[in-house]
């Protein structure tokens, strides 16, 4: 078995962003006095800010313990699967930058009720992302175009992936 966390450093920026965009908002609500549709407009983007920031504390405290069976995350809550329960598998990019030379990539596992997500910060994603590519093939799933592209794109091969295609785009 191996345990898999997300590492401090890499939510520090998001610990900050929360911090930053609270303390913007909450700091006008509670020092310039303004309308109520003003009020409504920084109450709720301060209840983003603290909600985004709830996420990153509970994103620290999950821990994904992982073995050739299955995977779990364990933190606030538990949510586990074994790997030849999948039922889907999505792994995606997000791009800070046009020509998409930044950004991140999260899987999404899903057996039944059960769903998982994780993203690329976690330590040792490769190696997760590694499994649940082994997993989709020997259960014949199919998976999206950009699965297999960004399955390809970390040297994984999809060419034993089966992938769904929109016949009216043929």
């Known amino acids: 078995m191996s345990i898999h966390r997300y590492p401090p ?34 109450g709720g983007l301060a209840a983003l800010f603290l909600l985004f920031g709830v996420r990153t504390a509970q994103r620290q ?3 994904i313990e992982v073995t050739e069976e299955g995977i779990a995350a364990a933190g606030w ?48 994603f490769a190696s997760i992302t590694a499994l649940a590519h082994r997993a989709a093939r020997e259960r014949g799933l199919d998976l999206s175009p950009s699965t297999v592209d960004n399955f390809r794109f970390l040297e994984l091969d999809p060419t034993i992936l089966s992938t769904k295609r929109d016949i009216s785009a043929s």
Do not use: C, Q
């Not at 520090?12 to 303004?34: N, S």
């Open 9 to 42: 450093a890499s939510l520090i920026p998001d610990y900050l962003r929360a911090g930053g965009g609270l303390a913007i908002t909450g700091g006008v609500l509670l020092f310039v006095p303004v309308a109520p549709v003003m009020m409504a407009a920084f």
């Open 61 to 63: 405290a999950t821990r």
């Open 77 to 124: 809550g538990r949510v586990g699967m074994e790997w030849r329960e999948l039922d889907r598998v999505k792994l995606r990019f997000y791009s800070t930058r046009r020509n998409r030379a930044k950004g991140w990539m999260d899987l999404a596992l899903t057996a039944g009720p059960r769903h998982l997500v994780i993203d690329s910060a976690l330590e040792g």
